[in-house]
């Protein structure tokens, strides 16, 4: 067996670091870099192809695992280079982490069994973006695609919205090793309220409104400090806001952290905040597990992928999109309430329950493959389908 994985990130470069000690960047880092190397042992070749990889080239990991990567155009895969490496390693398998048709055509094509298994959501208001999300509903749906995996239930639904049946459509979650039952309901602290956000910095993922929410909350003479963790585009601009509102001392950029210095962030925070715009491809951020894991309550914004699980929830707050004065509104109404915050923060246990899934994506991976006694009809109560037939 002949496997190619095209996926986010560089793979040998995290494979070097967890195997000299150094931490995770991200949760179940180690986890998938640790299956993967695994899987190449039972294949005669295993080739990782990394988009957004900083230099283009071609790494070999062991005898039997090779790992290049190819540089974005645009924040999208460069397909043409892709396809050059898959025809140069010639798979008979294709783990597609990239909703690309230009490389899904490829495939079938070529013949080359294919699973498409994604982290994203395909509620695009455009005409542009709506005519795309149908052309690539259609693609998925031809019978040589024989399951789509998405991450969690919400982003399968605006699969399903685009034309892929339900049946052949499957939610995975990673491994579900940071639990709510682990750590202690929280009370509202005698102090500053600490908000967390984790994630991208970046205009469309809400960051702005942080600050700006920030900015509304002090002026209200509610105390706060607010700690922004990540990377991205938007930081310079962030900074610039910090600067204009006098804000230096309430709001803090951290950049990135390694997963368990966000973990730890999360443990001590009263509240995160997911206040992205509907215009970014949300799937179900994993911030949101680990906040819910850590019992920490929520501020989200009122994207399409939060609806499902967190309107109306006891343990999360929802504000509309694009609007600071409604989520420091949603804020105010926990961390100034001892009572709503403790029972907040006593129902994130429910929540996280109700939020998880019990296929994990390497159980995805192994039955599509047919491994370990596994096939994808072990796994059809796990199907999109079937989830939906069970809810009524």
Not at 164 to 188: F, G, N, Q, S, T
Not at 196 to 203: E, I, K, Q, T, W
Not at 263 to 269: C, D, F, G, P, R
Not at 339 to 353: C, D, H, Q, R
Request: glycine share 6%; hydrophobic share 45%.
């Amino acid at each position: 067996m002949r496997v190619a994985v095209v996926q986010y990130g560089v793979f040998h470069d995290r494979y070097a670091a967890l195997k000299a000690g150094e931490p995770e960047t991200y949760y179940a880092q180690a986890y998938s870099v640790n299956f993967i190397a695994e899987l190449a042992e039972r294949c005669e070749f295993l080739g990782v192809i990394g988009v957004l990889g900083e230099e283009p080239g071609e790494t070999a990991v062991s005898d039997r695992l090779r790992s290049a990567c190819v540089p974005a155009i645009n924040g999208a895969p460069d397909a043409p280079a892709i396809i050059a490496l898959l025809k140069k390693w010639r798979p008979d398998r294709l783990i597609l982490q990239a909703p690309d048709r230009v490389i899904l055509r490829w495939a079938l094509r070529n013949k080359v069994d294919t699973l498409p298994l994604l982290a994203d959501s395909f509620e695009q208001k455009s005409l542009r973006r709506q005519i795309q999300s149908f052309l690539l509903g259609r693609l998925l749906n031809r019978p040589a695609f024989r399951a789509v995996g998405n991450h969690n239930v919400p982003s399968c639904l605006s699969l399903k919205r685009i034309g892929v049946d339900a049946k052949k459509i499957y939610p995975w979650d990673w491994p579900h090793e940071l639990r709510p039952e682990k750590h202690p309901v929280k009370a509202l602290p005698a102090g500053p309220a600490k908000l967390v956000y984790v994630g991208s910095l970046a205009s469309s993922k809400g960051v702005g409104d942080c600050i700006e929410a920030a900015r509304i909350l002090r002026e209200d003479g509610v105390e706060l400090e607010m700690t922004l963790v990540g990377g991205g585009g938007f930081t310079e601009e962030a900074t610039s806001l910090i600067d204009r509102y006098g804000l230096s001392d309430t709001v803090r950029l951290a950049g990135k952290l390694s997963h368990d210095k966000v973990i730890e962030t999360l443990k001590s925070a009263t509240l995160s905040m997911a206040p992205s715009w509907h215009i970014y491809p949300e799937g179900l951020p994993m911030t949101i597990y680990e906040a819910l894991a850590t019992r920490t309550p929520l501020a989200l914004s009122d994207h399409p992928m939060f609806q499902l699980y967190f309107k109306d929830a006891p343990a999360a707050r929802m504000a509309p999109e694009r609007n600071p004065e409604a989520l420091a509104a949603a804020i105010k109404t926990l961390i100034t309430d001892e009572k709503a915050y403790a029972a907040a923060s006593e129902a994130t246990g429910a929540l996280w329950n109700k939020v998880k899934c019990d296929l994990t994506w390497g159980m995805l991976i192994k039955a599509w493959l047919g491994e370990d006694n596994m096939n994808l009809d072990n796994i059809k109560n796990e199907s999109l389908a079937a989830r939906l037939e069970r809810l009524g």
